[in-house]
């Protein structure tokens, strides 16, 4: 099976075309684990199958896999660089495509530039992420279960709202961006604990579905430094959706603008928040690093 190592920002994945490469579902959970492997697979934070879609309602599938074996909904880095993977191989020649994960259709704007060859590659992409979900049971978070006495607000929000974890008392925003996001702002994300706190955020019992961590550090109104833990995966270089989930915590919090620079240990990501609209837009790099071929 060929196959090509990506990444935006350092969250790297394996992609595959699904169209070229059809496999029994039931497969791929323990394929996605042996490819994800660092050291005796390819290596990377999962593996994302780029599907066609038959009936027209978008213009590609990506079905995304984390390196656990476990299903996801969206990844914000891993759908850019689905972009640039159809895009540079000329399966469109589309600069604005459709493509639809776990049922949600995302619109995204493709920038290209010319490499030494002359040859018309992607370097950056703009996502329409669309809206966030802010409503608790939607997320979901269940309040009653923080450990704390945590209460939605009057719209069914948990903003600034208290979480018991590890014998610690976090205030965290809730958000969704396709996948379950938990948001805490912290003094120093680089001093900060992860490895001890993230696992004990993704399996506490008010997120029945599990849940992405991110702790943030708010440098100015446009700047904020971010690491995330994400679930079935542990500390990734960066998180788009994670990303995305912080634009939108900080906004509601009052902390910087509704365009925001997140810096990632991996890269920087632009985040805007259209607040009237309620549509988020994210834009950053996807690159290419190497491609393969791996007996299946």
Known sequence: ?????????????????????????????????RLSDRHYGIGGDGVIFINPVPDGSA???????????????MCGNGIRCVAKFVYDKGMTDKKSLRIV?????????????????????????????????????????????????????????????????????????????????????????????????????????????????????????????MRVWERGTGETLACGTGACAVGVACVLNGLTEETVTVHLRGGDLEIRYDRDADRVYMTGPAVTVFEGEVKV
């Open 1 to 33: 099976m060929k196959f090509t190592k990506m990444e935006g920002c350092g969250n790297d994945y394996i992609y595959v075309d699904g169209g070229a490469y059809p496999m029994d579902p039931a497969k791929k959970p323990d394929l996605v684990r």
């Open 101 to 225: 994960s776990a049922g949600s259709v995302k619109l995204l704007e493709l920038y290209t530039e010319k490499n030494h060859d002359g040859k018309e590659t992607v370097r950056t992409v703009r996502v329409d992420m669309g809206a966030p979900i802010l409503e608790a049971g939607r997320i979901p978070v269940d309040a009653a279960k923080t450990g704390a006495p945590s209460e939605t607000d009057e719209t069914g929000r948990l903003v600034d709202a208290p979480i018991c974890v590890r014998g610690g008392t976090y205030r965290m925003t809730c958000v969704s961006m396709g996948n379950p996001h938990a948001v805490m702002f912290v003094e120093d994300t680089e001093k900060f604990p992860l490895e001890l706190v993230g696992p004990a955020f993704e399996h506490h019992e008010a997120f029945p579905e599990r849940v992405n961590a991110e702790f943030v550090h708010v440098r100015n109104r446009s700047e904020v430094d």
């Open 59 to 73: 213009d590609f599938e990506m079905e995304m896999w984390n390196a656990d074996g476990t299903r996801s909904q």
